[in-house]
């Protein structure tokens, strides 16, 4: 299956359609990172000198506030996000991949198989990120109390490394449903006895070099380099039908 001759600049930006899912994912999980971070500094207003040095970061009470804090505002409700939104993208991938073929859909005996894992997969890459950026505030509180920074400023040093987090979990949203688009399209090209693709970039101003070169590249699907290439990448997949000779 060829693209088509003349694409629409829309086609060229996102071919597989999945921006506002990007968009939906993004806005979703950043939002959570958001709401930890107000509360923490929130908290942290509403402290003295006298009560915060009594919440220093080691010991036990202020890591479990903070554990509880992390549960409630990102690892609960991240999961009920990652449980709806996956899955729509692998089966955008799949509808993607059964227009390509110009076929209906079929039946897929290990989908949920494929969209567990993906699901999985987000799952741990948000609670690493969650752990990370836990573990910078209960050092940087720590750090603060013992040099004897003021409240403000150790605010600021938690605004910044909250700040990280948000930039960092926009790339993961960002890559992660490219992530599920493509494997439903995969999976849905060798379900149909396809054994090529052909590379598919979005082209506009932001596209890199690297995935600029691939365009319209083949390959066989059983070693098709991964797509998404690196984070950010928009790229996805084109079945390539090859014809046999004799219907030529």
């Known amino acids: 299956m060829a693209r088509p001759k ?27 990172f958001k709401n930890y ?27 479990d506030y903070l554990t509880q804090a992390e549960k409630e505002e990102i690892i609960d409700p991240a999961e009920k996000i990652v449980r709806k939104q996956i899955p729509e993208a692998y089966k955008s991938g799949v509808n993607f991949a059964t227009i390509q073929l110009g076929g209906t859909k079929d039946e897929r005996i290990d989908e949920w198989k494929k969209i567990a894992a993906l699901i999985e997969k987000n799952l741990v890459s948000i609670k690493k990120l969650t752990d990370e950026t836990g573990g910078k505030i209960r050092q940087t509180i720590a750090d603060g109390v013992i040099n004897e920074k003021t409240l403000w400023d150790i605010m600021k040093d938690i605004y910044d490394i909250t700040d990280i987090g948000i930039s960092r979990i926009r790339t993961i949203t960002r890559t992660e449903i490219m992530i599920g688009v493509n494997t439903g399209i995969k999976d849905r090209y060798k379900s149909a006895g396809v054994e090529k693709g052909e590379w598919l970039a979005a082209i506009d101003d932001s596209t890199c070099d690297e995935c600029e070169g691939l365009d319209g590249k083949k390959f066989p699907l059983d070693s098709f380099p991964d797509c998404p290439t690196h984070p950010n990448c928009r790229c996805s997949i084109l079945p390539v039908i090859e014809i046999p000779e004799e219907e030529v």
């Open 37 to 63: 971070q107000i509360r923490i500094v929130t908290d942290l207003k509403k402290m003295n000198a006298r009560s915060l040095e009594a919440v220093n970061l080691n010991t036990k009470g202020a890591g």
């Open 6 to 32: 003349n694409p629409s600049k829309k086609f060229r930006r996102d071919p597989t359609n999945s921006q506002r899912k990007i968009n939906r994912y993004e806005r979703d999980l950043v939002k959570l």
